[in-house]
């Protein structure tokens, strides 16, 4: 994918992404030192790693948590 297409993707600017990217917070190939390309499987990989917690998993977490811990 090109930059353009990440970010109609995920629906920010591509001044955005630039961001992302300055700061290594989203996934990226520079191939030959030039043109920026990403793979929608990784795109999709950071999209899952940084989806929040319903309450439902934060409680069941919480359980685990002591269970294991005590």
Do not use: W
Not at 11 to 25: R, S, V
């Amino acid at each position: 994918m090109t930059l353009m297409e990440v970010a109609a993707y995920l629906g920010y600017k591509p001044k955005y992404i630039y961001q992302l990217i300055h700061k290594k917070k989203i996934p990226f190939s520079k191939p030959f030192g030039r043109k920026l390309v990403f793979s929608r499987q990784k795109i999709d990989d950071f999209i899952a790693l940084n989806t929040a917690k319903t309450e439902q998993e934060l409680q069941i977490e919480t359980a685990h948590y002591f269970l294991n811990n005590n």
